[in-house]
């Protein structure tokens, strides 16, 4: 219990338990007095430019009035009060876990039953609501006390079909067995990993991408280290074709080609490209998220006030970040993907654990948004979204329109703070990475199953067991 706790809530600068933590932007926490000190040693040695690093991630971080005394900047961040992390860490250890919807009314009720199918504990009350609506009414219940977590050493087999409900729901199972995961070191990293995105190639080639070691890291399909690039600092990464991905950096979009298991740097496009609107917003440069399909481009960027989706058609370039109604539609979009057909965007976007999915068209049109606590990578397959929930460690499956969502894989299956989701162009293998400070040096490969006669809709999840020693991970100089 101390372990886990020491580990959720240690401050990265000082290595002991958080003393009135403070969040920055990109969400990583840290002791006030370690961050103030840390902002105000950085100022002395840069000088002082209105912005610094994050210790962690190197992301930079602007502080909301720079004009201020830098030993003041801390108090500007929010503070990260994660009492509601402990207490249910502290729960679940006891296996006496809170009611999920009292606990959104912050009533300290006791859970007695599972649904298996929202994955969900309920309280008495809630439990007999559940089952009296009309979405719900078919859900089977399980009393806790009948319901047994399993160990990662075993199998767990959990059923998620809707027997009564239309033939178009999701119904799949999940399986899960122990879990090797992959690893992405290189000899030259001077930091431990943080793969911020990642994209499978031909013949299931993997291009990651280090944001923390500043590098595009290549892997062969059995995940020996190919090459490496550490022109970059890349966020995520985007398939154009074969030979071609694209590549958001800090500030801009750069194409890089792949020939023969080597990266070429081939154009870099400034993120402040001319904007065919009739009204913009000062472009800060800053680049997260990024997403292809049919020559189209799509990139998460901005700060502040400042939150927009950059989409480039051919050679017209749109910024989306108001509705109809002239409100703002993100409020810090961190991942997107599109459909296949390339007239849908799905949008990763929430500040701290409010978040949601949001889909618009590539006219900027909104279309619909679904809520999650804090939903990062995202990725397409056939008719369904994949979503890295890292709030609730898990990855969940959406349908295109936004209607229907189910759970695919859960902490049980080893998935913890996930950051960045994959697929391969088969549809049968999905690669998980993980947010600081979880299996920073690791990925997850699962092998994904499909129902006869369904297009591309999955039925089990099973991790790949496929372990790998350092000396099997070759480092290009």
């Known amino acids: 219990m101390e372990e886990e706790l020491h580990r959720e809530f240690t401050c990265p600068i000082c290595a002991d338990i958080f003393t009135n933590p403070k969040g920055l932007p990109c969400l990583h926490s840290f002791c006030r007095e370690c961050l103030r000190v840390y902002i105000t040693k950085q100022q002395e040695n840069k000088g002082r430019n209105c912005e610094f690093s994050c210790p962690v991630c190197r992301h930079n971080v602007?502080?909301?009035?720079?004009?201020?005394?830098?030993?003041?900047?801390?108090?500007?961040?929010?503070?990260?009060?994660?009492?509601?992390?402990?207490?249910?860490?502290?729960?679940?250890?006891?296996?006496?876990?809170?009611?999920?919807?009292?606990q959104k009314r912050d009533l300290p009720t006791k859970a007695v039953n599972l649904c298996r199918t929202c994955q969900e504990e309920y309280c008495a009350d809630c439990s007999k609501f559940h089952l009296l609506l009309k979405a719900t009414k078919t859900h089977k219940l399980f009393p806790l006390e009948n319901v047994s977590v399993p160990s990662r050493s075993g199998t767990a087999v959990t059923s998620l079909s809707l027997p009564e409900e239309p033939a178009d729901m999701f119904e799949y199972t999940i399986e899960?067995?122990?879990?090797?995961q992959v690893k992405v070191t290189s000899e030259s990293d001077s930091a431990e990993c943080w793969i911020t995105g990642a994209v499978f190639l031909e013949d299931d080639k993997v291009l990651m991408a280090d944001n923390r070691n500043m590098k595009l890291k290549l892997f062969s399909a059995d995940f020996k280290l190919l090459t490496e690039d550490d022109s970059y600092k890349p966020y995520d990464i985007a398939l154009m074709d074969n030979e071609t991905v694209a590549v958001s950096d800090s500030g801009c979009v750069r194409y890089c080609d792949i020939e023969m298991n080597s990266l070429k740097p081939s154009k870099t496009y400034n993120t402040d490209w001319k904007i065919y609107v009739p009204k913009i917003l000062s472009l800060s440069g800053y680049c997260?998220?990024?997403?292809?399909?049919?020559g189209k481009i799509a990139v998460c960027s901005g700060k502040d006030l400042d939150k927009r989706i950059i989409f480039q058609d051919i050679e017209i370039v749109r910024h989306v970040w108001q509705d109809i109604d002239g409100k703002s539609m993100?409020?810090?979009?961190?991942?997107?993907?599109m459909n296949?057909?390339?007239?849908?965007?799905f949008v990763a976007d929430g500040v701290g654990v409010e978040g949601?999915?949001?889909?618009?068209?590539?006219?900027?049109?909104?279309?619909w948004k679904h809520k999650f606590e804090m939903p990062r990578g995202l990725c397409v397959c056939g008719d369904h979204l994949f979503v890295a929930d890292m709030k609730d460690n898990s990855i969940k499956v959406i349908s295109l329109d936004g209607?229907?969502?189910?759970t695919l894989l859960t902490r049980e299956d080893g998935i913890q703070r996930p950051q960045s989701v994959a697929i391969n162009s088969t549809g049968d293998k999905l690669l998980v990475s993980s947010c600081p400070p979880y299996n920073n040096d690791?990925?997850?490969?699962?092998?994904?199953?499909?129902?006869?006669?369904?297009?591309?809709?999955?039925?089990?999840?099973q991790p790949v067991v496929r372990a790998h020693r350092q000396s099997d991970l070759c480092s290009v100089s």
């Open 62 to 102: 602007v502080p909301p009035d720079g004009r201020k005394p830098v030993e003041n900047w801390v108090d500007q961040f929010p503070s990260n009060h994660q009492i509601i992390s402990l207490m249910d860490l502290m729960l679940l250890k006891r296996n006496d876990k809170p009611c999920r919807l009292c």
């Open 176 to 180: 899960s067995s122990n879990c090797q």
């Open 288 to 294: 997260r998220g990024i997403c292809c399909s049919k």
């Open 330 to 337: 993100f409020r810090e979009p961190w991942y997107c993907v």
């Open 340 to 345: 296949e057909s390339a007239n849908l965007i």
């Open 356 to 367: 949601h999915v949001i889909c618009i068209t590539t006219q900027g049109r909104f279309r």
């Open 403 to 406: 209607k229907e969502v189910r």
């Open 442 to 461: 690791y990925v997850s490969i699962f092998d994904l199953k499909y129902k006869k006669g369904e297009r591309r809709r999955p039925v089990t999840a």
